[in-house]
């Protein structure tokens, strides 16, 4: 049974990626075969099994970022939080998605 953990990371992957050139943003791109938001996750995940994972996404890409997890089977369980319109309010966004005591 995990514990509660008092680690919280709060990971701003809102924006749209256009200075990549690529179709999807750069988030989504793979890395050593697995998109690198994933590869990500998988670090902080690795670090504290009972870690809080906020994730911060830009509401165009919430269904493609679920269809992804479908497809390479990702299953650690982060928190989606809508990115503001600027990356300001993004973190402003996803600091008021964790729980005050991991602050």
Known sequence: MKTKSE???VIVAGGKGLRV???IPKQFLPLAKKPMLMRTIEKFYAFDSAIHIVVVLH??????WAELC???SFNVVCKLVVGGATRFDSVKRGLAAVSNSAI
């Open 59 to 64: 509401p165009d890409y919430f269904n493609l």
């Open 21 to 23: 050139g690529a179709d």
């Open 70 to 72: 479908k497809e390479y």
């Open 7 to 9: 680690h919280a990371v």
